[in-house]
């Protein structure tokens, strides 16, 4: 029996012995192969033995006779960690590169929005009002100021915002129409609390609010889902692996060398368990990806709605003088029921109105008001025309005496007319839609360059590609296998983990639960991953973002990683998308930047500040349509 034993264990070593022979006869050249191989790799030949050697020294591979010295072994380690980080990384660069891009994309094209919105009508007041508006374009700029700061992250309501906006509007143009009286703090919070029920501005604030309010929080939260994906998949692709992990991915990759066979692929199904293995934690993200996804493909459907930014911004000057032109109609109604629902204030003294004729006329914020002529008396007459002529002549815009007397003849009914013609051009659904409304612009007007993508193009672009990043965490293993595992086909001639044949082990689930059954990474005990569940939280919570601003709910900004995509980011160059160019306000030659406080702005840099007013005036040509627009400021002009 013990000879028996004998005899078995002797054929045993001879059958070691020559399966090691065999793995250095493999190539006909001993380790020549693998000399030539290691090479490629950059390291020196001289490290490799000419022919197998014992592999008593190994740690990772199989210790039977090898064409790896234990230096060799450590390097090719260290290569096979390396190449694992590399194509990680390089599999989601396609993806990451999208979200930079399109972040970066968006929130530019969001900004150059409100900036044109602001031109247009710095240019349109300008030309219709003149001076009267240029002395309160502050009050106008601080709209659109407010606007940044919301879309940046301040803590802004945009409906008290707007309401606030057309009660000073209110107050301004109240005091204009109303030039010779004195009055009071009291008298204008009488106003605002009744100026829901009195409509001075019809419909327009309650629309406009709405439209404005919705979206801003469609556009600010996109922009900002788009930036946590963004950070969300530029930190993750970059992994570390485990000490188990980086065992695995040497057994898998470089063993074959070790053994003799530099040019066998590993078996599709072990790089699978490989790969699942050692992005188990990555894989824990992907039912938060997919639910952010959802979410974020869900709001680019408000993008092409009534909600869109670009419909509201575009033709928001036009509503603002609509709103103007509904004052100046009822500009006889509104004074009647706020004097008396308010009082009459006490008439500005005779003294005071001489000493008014030497001042500019404003939209006062206060209780500045323009004087009427001298020695007339308006106390009891109806508010109309004639104050407001006054107020102009006091600013030395007295017109000739002709344009006075036909002035003087001219009623509501005849501008009633014109009126109804503003109006609808201010309902074009061309211009309400930002769509047709080149035939409306004037040579003053902000006109996007050519290269510059419209909405339609960035939300079509952006609903196919975000679908196709559903799942992309679970199938990152699939990705990196097809490019470095065997063919399916040669399944019984592929490296096996420890041998050249067939790979029996089926592959595993995703995430760490399945990775129990895993026979290539062995599971380690670790605390969780901070990163990764901190990816997951920043993915829930913007998803419920996501779904809020859907909704129509008011949401709360989220302050995202800083980040830097690295110099040339902001070129938008080679994404895919007409118009690569960085979207600009233009006309840049003719505007002054001024800073803009930005204290928690996150999603790709720094805004652009804001536009400041073009010197000079455009053509006449907006008067042709918005004539009877300037009935109440240049009428006598």
């Given at each position: 029996m013990a000879l028996s034993l004998d005899f078995i264990l002797s054929l045993g070593t001879?059958?070691?012995?020559?399966?090691g022979f065999s793995v250095a006869l493999s190539g006909q050249n001993g380790c020549a192969d693998v000399r030539d191989a290691y090479q490629d790799k950059g390291f020196s030949t001289n490290e490799v033995p000419d022919f197998a050697v014992s592999g008593d020294h190994l740690r990772i591979c199989q210790q039977s006779f090898t064409c790896c010295t234990a230096d060799m072994e450590e390097k090719l380690s260290q290569t096979s960690t390396k190449d694992f980080k590399d194509i990680v990384f390089a599999k989601s660069s396609s993806s990451r590169e999208y979200f930079i891009r399109r972040a970066e994309r968006f929130d530019n094209f969001?900004?150059?929005?409100?900036?044109?919105?602001?031109?247009?009508?710095?240019?349109?007041?300008?030309?219709t009002y003149g001076s009267l508006y240029q002395q309160n374009s502050e009050f106008f700029d601080e709209l659109f100021e407010n606007f940044r700061r919301y879309y940046h992250g301040r803590d802004l309501d945009l409906a008290e915002t707007m309401e606030d906006f057309f009660t000073e509007l209110l107050r301004r143009m109240f005091v204009l129409l109303n030039p010779n009286y004195e009055y009071t703090d009291a008298f204008w919070e009488c106003v605002a609390e009744h100026t829901a029920e009195l409509k001075?501005?019809?419909?327009?604030?309650?629309?406009?609010t709405l439209h404005v309010k919705r979206a801003f929080i469609v556009a600010r939260t996109f922009v900002q889902g788009l930036s946590v994906g963004r950070d969300v998949i530029s930190q993750v692709s970059e992994v570390t692996p485990s000490a188990e992990c980086q065992k695995s991915l040497m057994r898998m990759s470089y063993c074959p060398h070790c053994r003799g066979l530099p040019d066998t692929k590993p078996c599709y199904n072990l790089c699978l368990n490989t790969l699942k293995g050692c992005l188990a934690?990555?894989?824990?993200?992907?039912?938060?990806?997919n639910n952010y996804i959802d979410a974020i493909l869900a709001l680019v459907d408000r993008l092409e709605g009534p909600v869109n930014i670009e419909f509201v911004m575009e033709p928001i000057d036009i509503r603002i003088s609509e709103a103007i032109m509904n004052m100046q109609e009822n500009a006889i109604t509104v004074t009647t029921k706020v004097f008396t629902g308010c009082g009459k204030p006490r008439l500005k003294s005779r003294l005071t109105r001489r000493d008014a004729d030497t001042e500019e006329a404003t939209l006062p914020a206060g209780n500045v008001t323009a004087g009427a002529e001298d020695g007339a008396s308006t106390e009891g007459a109806p508010v109309g025309e004639h104050e407001a002529a006054t107020g102009r002549e006091a600013a030395g815009e007295r017109p000739p005496e002709g344009q006075r007397e036909a002035a003087a003849g001219r009623g509501a009914d005849q501008r009633a007319p014109s009126t109804r013609r503003q109006r609808q051009r201010g309902r074009d659904p061309g211009r309400g839609?930002?769509?047709?409304r080149d035939q409306d612009r004037g040579p003053h007007r902000t006109t996007p360059a050519d290269n510059v993508p419209t909405m339609e193009k960035l939300v079509k672009?952006?609903?196919?590609?975000?679908?196709?990043?559903?799942?992309?965490?679970t199938l990152l293993p699939y990705m990196f296998c097809d490019d470095v595992a065997a063919d399916v086909a040669v399944e019984n001639m592929c490296w096996n983990g420890h041998s050249k044949g067939s790979y029996t082990h089926p592959p595993v689930g995703n995430g760490i639960a399945n990775q129990v059954d895993n026979p290539e990474v062995p599971m380690e005990t670790a605390p969780p991953n901070f990163l990764i569940n901190k990816h997951i939280t920043s993915l829930r919570t913007i998803t419920s973002r996501l779904n809020g601003a859907f909704n129509g709910e008011d949401v709360e900004w989220v302050d995202t990683e800083p980040y830097s995509s690295g110099s040339g980011s902001g070129s938008g160059s080679g994404d895919?998308?007409?118009?690569?160019?960085?979207?600009?306000?233009?006309?840049a030659n003719e505007v002054d930047?001024?800073?803009v406080e930005d204290p928690i702005y996150r999603p790709t840099r720094k805004p652009n500040s804001a536009p400041s007013l073009c010197v000079g005036y455009a053509t006449r040509w907006l008067l042709s349509v918005c004539a009877t627009t300037v009935f109440a400021f240049r009428l006598l002009w």
């Open positions: 001879i059958l070691t012995v020559f399966s969001f900004k150059e929005l409100i900036d044109r919105g602001q031109l247009d009508l710095r240019y349109m007041f300008t030309e001075p501005f019809g419909d327009v604030p309650q629309k406009l934690e990555q894989a824990e993200l992907d039912a938060a990806w839609q930002g769509r047709g672009d952006v609903r196919s590609n975000l679908r196709e990043t559903k799942g992309f965490w895919g998308i007409e118009g690569g160019n960085e979207v600009g306000v233009i006309g930047f001024t800073e």
